[in-house]
Nanobody, 124 residues
Framework: QVQLVESGGGLVQAGGSLRLSCAAS????????MGWFRQAPGKEREFVAS????????YYADSVKGRFTISRDNVKNMVYLQMNSLKPEDTAVYYC?????????????????WGQGTQVTVSS
């Protein structure tokens, strides 16, 4: 089992950058595929980015491709989401998620473990 704690959210102007972090507990962190999802008010939670356990494979939603970068540090048990060129439509609560049975995660149903979320607000 793994516990996830996100940090790094905040208020930023359009065009700015933020880096989200997700700290994971557990001794087998490298066995988990990790993902970032987001949920805006009144909308369903949606996939943002994911990374395989080894970090060799990454996947992105079309809406963030070229602007966001997911990475992980299996020594520190951390996952990061670097967000550049932020837009007001990126405003949402961002969640870190994990699964130990899949190579990658791309849907909410894929993930067995979730963090509490961190708010990202992009002003125009």
């Amino acid at each position: 089992q793994v516990q996830l704690v996100e940090s790094g959210g905040g208020l930023v102007q359009a065009g700015g950058s933020l880096r989200l972090s997700c700290a994971a507990s557990g001794r087998t962190f490298g066995d988990y595929a990790m993902g970032w999802f987001r949920q805006a008010p009144g909308k369903e939670r949606e996939f943002v980015a994911s990374i395989s356990g080894t970090g060799d494979n990454t996947y992105y939603a079309d809406s963030v491709k070229g602007r966001f970068t997911i990475s992980r540090d299996n020594v520190k048990n951390m996952v990061y989401l670097q967000m550049n060129s932020l837009k007001p439509e990126d405003t949402a609560v961002y969640y870190c998620a994990a699964d130990d049975s899949l190579v990658v995660v791309t849907t909410t149903q894929d993930c067995d473990y979730w963090g509490q979320g961190t708010q990202v607000t992009v002003s125009s």
